[in-house]
């Protein structure tokens, strides 16, 4: 079958030469695919295609040697227009959802796939095809405990992988409403402590210490005062933040602007936060930091705040290749990562958008609280945050 894949890439006009194909065999030998096929489709893409010219003349050999499964993930336009309208919803019992099939993150892929392969007219309400309403682990505006959403809004936060462009945007670093309050909120994050070589004259101290001394001057220098304080903010964007996109706006400005601070620096993630952050919306890999490397550029000093509402499905934050995006795959799960960032800050806060009495109800957000001081971004809850960073020590969890 493998070498069916190497001679048809061939036959297309993919230049496959013996030292990218014993490349690949290296990388399947130690295991680099996961036994997983949409893996291994990400894995042969890697080692076999030199340029973006050749991606889609390799998606259509690889379609052809795996029975015609799609090996790339983009949904032709025609099924996302199936999907746009949901109808039937069907609103099941606890009992009736408990029924339903569990897939594993790999079965969920295959399947999908396959189905789609099947598949030639729009469904709805029904339990097999890619549709929507019904309980189909396929579609959108349907229920399932581990579906791929295809396309659209997420609505029950609830998906554990997305299909379909997705398209975030920066938070603004411009806006003026209300920031004035937030940063009279932010106001304590200017701790001015003494840092650094005493070179400042201490009048009161050298009188005294002249006095003690029956009138010889004796000089005492201390160090001057400065502002220590960095600050380090981690922002979800997409999807369930959408709605929040204006408090989230007018909190990154008002951190722009705080003249109080040593250093202040902003990344994205979406959802949570896995392998790697963002320094813009785009999610790209050009605009991609490993978070390892994020640990080692800011120590613990640093005062690190989380803003999302910590809602997803249960395997995005505890499973390994756990990312909503089948594209972007992770080893290490998410909340290995939390506990790392967690464990490595001095004082880290997480800033929740989500009404307080929604955060009970999420099986992740209890998740995320147990790690980090959670408080709701408000005028009110970014003051208590900021005591948080600045004054005594909250245990995880009581700031709700």
């Given at each position: 079958m493998f070498s069916t894949l190497f001679y048809g890439l061939r036959d297309e006009g993919v230049p496959v030469a013996m030292q990218e194909w014993m490349t690949l065999m290296d990388a399947l030998g130690k295991g680099l695919h996961g036994s997983s096929l949409l893996r291994f489709y990400y894995l042969s893409r890697a080692c076999l295609v030199k340029s973006e010219t050749y991606y889609d003349a390799f998606d259509r050999v690889f379609a052809r040697v795996f029975h015609d499964i799609e090996g790339s993930l983009p949904i032709e336009e025609e099924v996302l227009e199936w999907l746009r309208n949901p109808e039937n919803?069907?609103?099941?019992?606890?009992?009736?959802?408990?029924?339903?099939?569990?897939?594993?993150?790999?079965?969920?892929?295959?399947?999908?796939?396959?189905?789609?392969?099947?598949?030639?007219?729009?469904?709805?309400?029904?339990g097999k095809w890619i549709g929507t309403g019904g309980h189909s682990p396929y579609g959108h505006g349907g229920v399932h405990p581990t579906g791929v959403r295809v396309g659209g809004p997420g609505k029950n936060r609830s998906a554990m992988k997305v299909i379909g462009e997705r398209k975030f945007k920066d938070y603004r670093t411009d806006q003026a409403l209300d920031v004035r309050q937030i940063r009279v909120a932010l106001k304590?994050?200017?701790?001015?402590?003494?840092?650094?070589?005493?070179?400042?004259?201490?009048?009161?101290?050298?009188?005294?210490?002249?006095?003690?001394?029956?009138?010889?001057?004796e000089f005492v220098f201390r160090a001057p005062k400065r502002n220590n304080l960095r600050v380090l903010l981690l922002m979800d964007v997409g999807g369930t933040m959408d709605p929040y996109f204006e408090p989230v706006s007018q909190l990154l400005t008002a951190l722009?602007?705080?003249?109080?601070?040593?250093?202040?620096?902003?990344?994205?993630?979406?959802?949570?936060?896995?392998?790697?952050?963002?320094?813009?919306?785009?999610?790209?890999?050009d605009a991609a930091v490993n978070t390892a490397d994020l640990l080692r550029y800011y120590n613990e000093h640093?005062?690190?705040?989380?803003?999302?509402?910590?809602?997803?499905?249960?395997?995005?934050?505890?499973?390994?290749?756990?990312?909503?995006?089948?594209?972007?795959t992770s080893e290490t799960t998410?909340?290995?990562?939390?506990?790392?960032?967690?464990e490595h800050f001095d004082r880290t806060v997480w800033l929740n958008p989500d009404e307080r009495r929604f955060w009970e109800h999420s099986y992740t957000a209890r998740m995320v609280k147990k790690l980090f001081p959670m408080y709701h971004l408000s005028v009110e809850g970014i003051g208590d945050a900021v005591n948080g960073l600045v004054g005594a020590r909250v245990s995880t969890g009581e700031a709700a």
């Amino acid at each position: 079958m493998f070498s069916t894949l190497f001679y048809g890439l061939r036959d297309e006009g993919v230049p496959v030469a013996m030292q990218e194909w014993m490349t690949l065999m290296d990388a399947l030998g130690k295991g680099l695919h996961g036994s997983s096929l949409l893996r291994f489709y990400y894995l042969s893409r890697a080692c076999l295609v030199k340029s973006e010219t050749y991606y889609d003349a390799f998606d259509r050999v690889f379609a052809r040697v795996f029975h015609d499964i799609e090996g790339s993930l983009p949904i032709e336009e025609e099924v996302l227009e199936w999907l746009r309208n949901p109808e039937n919803h069907q609103q099941l019992s606890p009992e009736q959802l408990a029924e339903l099939e569990r897939l594993s993150q790999d079965e969920l892929m295959r399947k999908f796939f396959e189905t789609l392969a099947e598949q030639d007219e729009r469904h709805d309400g029904g339990g097999k095809w890619i549709g929507t309403g019904g309980h189909s682990p396929y579609g959108h505006g349907g229920v399932h405990p581990t579906g791929v959403r295809v396309g659209g809004p997420g609505k029950n936060r609830s998906a554990m992988k997305v299909i379909g462009e997705r398209k975030f945007k920066d938070y603004r670093t411009d806006q003026a409403l209300d920031v004035r309050q937030i940063r009279v909120a932010l106001k304590r994050l200017r701790h001015v402590t003494r840092h650094g070589v005493e070179t400042e004259l201490d009048l009161d101290e050298t009188i005294d210490e002249t006095c003690r001394n029956a009138g010889e001057i004796e000089f005492v220098f201390r160090a001057p005062k400065r502002n220590n304080l960095r600050v380090l903010l981690l922002m979800d964007v997409g999807g369930t933040m959408d709605p929040y996109f204006e408090p989230v706006s007018q909190l990154l400005t008002a951190l722009y602007e705080e003249r109080g601070l040593r250093a202040f620096e902003a990344y994205y993630f979406h959802n949570t936060i896995y392998d790697c952050v963002y320094k813009n919306a785009t999610l790209r890999p050009d605009a991609a930091v490993n978070t390892a490397d994020l640990l080692r550029y800011y120590n613990e000093h640093w005062k690190v705040i989380v803003v999302g509402d910590a809602a997803m499905h249960p395997a995005e934050l505890l499973e390994p290749y756990g990312n909503i995006n089948p594209s972007m795959t992770s080893e290490t799960t998410s909340i290995t990562w939390l506990h790392k960032i967690h464990e490595h800050f001095d004082r880290t806060v997480w800033l929740n958008p989500d009404e307080r009495r929604f955060w009970e109800h999420s099986y992740t957000a209890r998740m995320v609280k147990k790690l980090f001081p959670m408080y709701h971004l408000s005028v009110e809850g970014i003051g208590d945050a900021v005591n948080g960073l600045v004054g005594a020590r909250v245990s995880t969890g009581e700031a709700a």
